[in-house]
């Protein structure tokens, strides 16, 4: 009865895991670093409304609203990469 | 017991609707809107969802394009940088990398693990991926780079899907009230047409009853029912006409043929009832055997009228010389206008040949020869002349010195039975000019009466029949 019982909880948990669509991972914090690495190698060129914008997302970033303060930087890193 | 019948009639009246012109036209109707609005929505879809895809999968080609580029240029680490760089711009977060080893592991790019739905190298497919954990949808492809690496390009493509959805759903509203308006229109329509074409069954039934005095009513649309109607009531003016004129030959029959017949009979009652010798008996039989054949000439006539008018003998036609048919009637009729002191001058070319009924057209010539002979009076001059008036015509004139047709009567000088006053005294049976009108129109041609010498106390009668040379 146990191993019956074991199945019925851990099958259909396998299955999901198989099943469950792959996961978009660009939303972290790590990201979040490593896109604020990025500016920082063309910061000292960058225009300064450009770097504020970057600012605002590392802040973003640090209080946690990776979401927002990715595509910041991510429209930091745009445009600079335009102006260059 | 009466619900199976009433069932049967009830089906029946479904078919009979089903089968009706109205419903077929409405059905066509509707259809053909349908189609057209399907053809829209299609035409929307393409323009619109499927510019979308295209463009995703365009963009996705690009991007393929270019990390196959820094590939040959650089292996898996120029890859890994170029997917870093385009990541670090995606302003949108639309785009979706993943570069894997031959173990499977992760490289570079923004997906966990490589998806199910994209195994096969090449591929393009249709799949989910988690943001946030919700499942959005995504294109997929998969670029493979030799032995062991392998590279997903992709495209996030919730918008595209979104854009379905408010379009699929835009659409199915649209559909539904197209249909509304289909079967609306299509009932409208139905309803016109049956009530355009009421009046015309109505008149129909009511002529089919009995009444053929009815006629369709138009309206001031002057549309095609009205040019219908016009059809329907000129075709029954014309079956008015033919049955007064069947009433008033039948009339006609029954008078002209009622006086021959009660004196035939008085003569053989008389003989029967007196005592007489045999000659005397003879004479009286001679008299009626006379009157009998009368009888019967008027019958033979009626029996060529009708054969003519009804063109049953077009069969028969054959070239001929229509001046040796001249030349036949001249010689009997100017035998006979010799007897009455009368002259007959002719003229005619010495060839006119014709395709028709020679015995018809010689009826005919005869008929206007006889006519002049018995109306023009003593030592007066008839004329008889053919011409060739047009290609393809032949015109015989007959004048005669009488006293003409007044123009009332010339109207109705065709007509079964009639004879204008002025002949009532003189032998005949009203059949004369019928048949000849009749070998004018079995011969696409005509007869024209006029005066040879108009305003004169005895203008004459010039008759001009004209025929046509070819079958």
């Keep these: 009865m146990a191993w019956a019982l074991a199945l019925l909880v851990f099958l259909p948990a396998a299955a999901f895991a198989q099943q469950a669509a792959p996961r978009l991972i660009s939303g972290s914090p790590e990201y979040c670093a490593e896109l604020s690495g990025r500016f920082s190698a063309m910061e000292i060129d960058a225009p300064a409304h450009l770097r504020a914008l970057a600012r605002e997302g590392r802040q973003l970033c640090a209080e946690g609203q990776t979401r927002s303060g990715i595509a910041k930087l991510r429209r930091a890193l745009k445009e600079a990469q335009r102006a260059e | ?471």
Excluded at chain 2, 271 to 287: F, G, K, N, Q, V
Excluded at chain 2, 317 to 334: I, K, Q, S
């Design chain 2, 1 to 471: 017991m009466a619900a199976p019948a009433e069932n049967k009639d009830g089906w029946r009246d479904v078919g009979a609707y089903l089968k009706s012109a109205g419903f077929r036209f409405a059905a066509l109707f509707a259809v053909l809107f349908l189609a057209a609005i399907m053809g829209f929505a299609l035409m929307l879809w393409w323009g619109t969802a499927g510019t979308l895809s295209r463009q995703i999968d365009d963009a996705i080609r690009a991007d393929t394009i270019g990390l196959q580029e820094a590939w040959r240029g650089g292996g898996a680490v120029a890859v890994k940088e170029a997917i870093g760089e385009r990541l670090a711009v995606d302003i949108d977060d639309h785009a979706i990398y993943l570069l894997t080893d031959g173990a499977g592991n992760r490289l570079a790019g923004n997906l966990d693990r490589w998806p199910g739905a994209a195994e096969a190298p090449g591929s393009w497919s249709a799949d989910t991926v988690r943001r946030d954990g919700i499942e959005v949808p995504a294109r997929l492809h998969h670029v493979p780079l030799d032995q062991r690496h392998r590279l997903l390009v992709g495209r996030d493509a919730t918008d595209r899907e979104r854009l379905r959805t408010l379009l699929s759903e835009a659409l199915l509203w649209s559909f539904a009230v197209a249909v509304a308006f289909a079967l609306a229109g299509a009932a409208a329509l139905r309803r016109a047409l049956a009530d355009r074409l009421r009046a015309a069954v109505a008149t129909a039934g009511a002529i089919a009853a009995g009444d053929l005095t009815r006629r369709v009513p138009l309206s001031t649309q002057r549309d095609e029912f009205d040019q219908l109607g016009e059809s329907m009531n000129a075709m029954l003016d014309r079956i008015d006409q033919l049955m007064i004129g069947i009433k008033g030959v039948s009339d006609s029959i029954a008078h002209d043929l009622r006086t021959p017949i009660a004196r035939a009979r008085m003569r053989l009652e008389n003989a029967l009832l007196t005592d007489r010798d045999t000659e005397s008996l003879r004479a009286e039989m001679e008299t009626t055997v006379a009157d009998l054949d009368g009888i019967s000439r008027v019958f033979q006539a009626l029996l060529r009228i009708a054969e003519a008018e009804a063109g049953a003998r077009r069969a028969a036609f054959a070239p001929f010389d229509l001046a040796t048919v001249l030349t036949d009637a001249a010689e009997v009729y100017g035998a006979l206008a010799e007897e009455r002191g009368q002259q007959l001058e002719t003229s005619w070319p010495e060839k006119l040949t014709m395709v028709g009924d020679r015995d018809m057209v010689l009826q005919a010539i005869a008929n206007l020869l006889d006519n002049a002979v018995k109306f023009t009076s003593e030592g007066g001059t008839i004329r008889l002349s053919a011409n060739v008036p047009a290609r393809g015509k032949r015109q015989i004139i007959v004048c005669d010195e009488g006293p003409g047709l007044a123009a009332e009567d010339r109207a109705r000088a065709g007509e079964r039975f009639f004879r204008a006053d002025p002949s009532r005294a003189l032998p005949g049976s009203g059949l004369g000019l019928s048949l000849v009108k009749a070998v004018a129109a079995l011969h696409g041609g005509e007869l024209r009466l006029g005066d040879v010498q108009p305003g004169a106390a005895r203008p004459g009668l010039e008759a001009r029949l004209t025929l046509s040379s070819r079958a």
